[in-house]
């Protein structure tokens, strides 16, 4: 089993759709969690961090945590061509290490 | 704005040359971290510093190895390149936070060809 799990897609949503995006963890005592956006050709960007259940929200993306199914995800309403990019979710394992796990990513596509 | 810099963007080399690549950042971080990304395969940790003079290996550090002697900056070394090292190389940094990570930093990539 992967530590960091994500579909690879790609995932299709129309221009204005809400793109949802999930991630799958296996070390039950995580503690921090992460979104990345890569565009082709570029290097990772942080877009949201979340470190407790619940959600967060910021802009037009709001990250959801449930540490009890081992489960984020990450939401984008009004997607935009703009949004169309490989999403990287990242995980801290628990141990105190400073590192984290990323998944390989899940391609979006925003059709105009 | 926070920066981390990569030495070279694009690198072509020989089978069993020495490569160095630098990584430079100026945010003041404890954390810096050296991956390799391929197709299918996502980001791969090769080694990663909390301190100077420190270092810790990753998933994948065989073939590869690092420097860290002033705080900005991070080095991974390839002994002897290898035509499976070509890739995409991402060095990243962060600060320690208390219970796990804070966000990674990121490079602009050296994408390694081994020839």
């Known amino acids: 089993q992967k530590e960091v799990e994500q579909n690879s897609g790609p995932l299709s949503v129309p221009e204005g759709a809400i793109a949802s995006l999930n991630c799958t963890y296996s070390?039950?005592?995580?503690?921090?969690f992460f979104w990345y956006r890569q565009y082709s050709g570029k290097s990772p960007e942080l877009i949201m961090s979340?470190?407790?259940?619940g959600d967060k929200e910021d802009g037009r993306f709001t990250a959801q945590l449930n540490k009890a199914s081992q489960y984020v995800s990450l939401l984008i309403r009004d997607s935009q061509p703009s949004d169309s990019a490989t999403y990287l979710c990242?995980?801290?394992?628990?141990?105190?290490?400073?590192?984290?796990?990323f998944g390989t990513g899940t391609k979006l596509q925003v059709i105009p | 704005d926070v920066k981390v810099t990569q030495s070279s963007r694009y690198l072509v080399k020989r089978t069993g040359e020495k490569v160095f690549l630098e990584c430079v950042q100026d945010?003041?971080?404890?954390?810096m971290f050296w991956y390799r990304q391929d197709p299918g395969l996502g980001l791969r940790l090769i080694y990663f510093?909390?301190?100077?003079?420190?270092?810790e290996k990753g998933d994948i550090p065989e073939g590869y190895s690092v420097s860290r002697e002033k705080k900005e900056r991070f080095s991974l070394i390839l002994e002897s390149a290898s035509t499976n090292q070509t890739s995409m190389y991402l060095c990243a940094s962060s600060s320690p936070r208390a219970s796990g990570s804070e966000e990674q930093f990121f490079g602009p990539g050296t994408r390694l060809t081994v020839l």
């Open positions: 510093s909390y301190d100077v003079k420190m270092k």
């Open positions: 945010m003041d971080h404890e954390n």
């Open positions: 070390d039950r005592g995580s503690q921090s």
């Open positions: 979340i470190y407790s259940n």
């Open positions: 990242a995980v801290t394992p628990s141990g105190g290490y400073q590192k984290v796990t």
